[in-house]
């Protein structure tokens, strides 16, 4: 039973989306406060959270997790926002996703795994302290 989507609700979707990944928190807010899911996703499992997370904007992050978005939702390749901004080494993002509850031991690899692998013991250390 398979339905086709709505065009204009794929156009939101498309539109949301892009707002994630410039990082503005505003607008993502507005939208999530009308209705949008906070945990909506795009075909390939990435949640709004992490599309900001990995370009950087924390402000964005912290919007949508104080709106109920879920800071250790993984995507379709098990990959969190947490371990996604360790590997781009966007601080303010780790310290916005930690303040929201991500766990770094969640996905694969997990945030610590990744710190591991690039060899950032301050973020290890940070982790260790949660």
């Avoid at 990082?23 to 993502?28: F, K, N, S, V």
Wanted: glycine share 10%; no cysteine.
């Amino acid at each position: 039973m398979s339905e086709t989507p709505d065009p204009e609700v794929i156009e939101l979707a498309s539109k949301v989306f892009d707002l994630a990944r410039t990082g503005d928190a505003d607008a993502l807010a507005a939208y999530v406060d009308a209705g949008v899911p906070a945990n909506l996703t795009n075909d390939k499992g990435d949640s709004l959270v992490m599309l900001a997370a990995y370009h950087g904007h924390s402000a964005a992050v912290s919007a949508l997790l104080e709106r109920g978005a879920d800071a250790d939702r993984a995507n379709d390749r098990g990959q969190t926002p947490l371990a996604g901004a360790v590997f781009k080494g966007e601080d303010a993002v780790i310290r916005a996703l930690l303040a929201g509850g991500a766990n770094p031991e969640s996905g694969t690899p997990s945030a610590v795994d990744t710190a591991r692998m690039f060899g950032k013991t301050e973020l290890l250390e940070l982790f260790g302290s949660r």
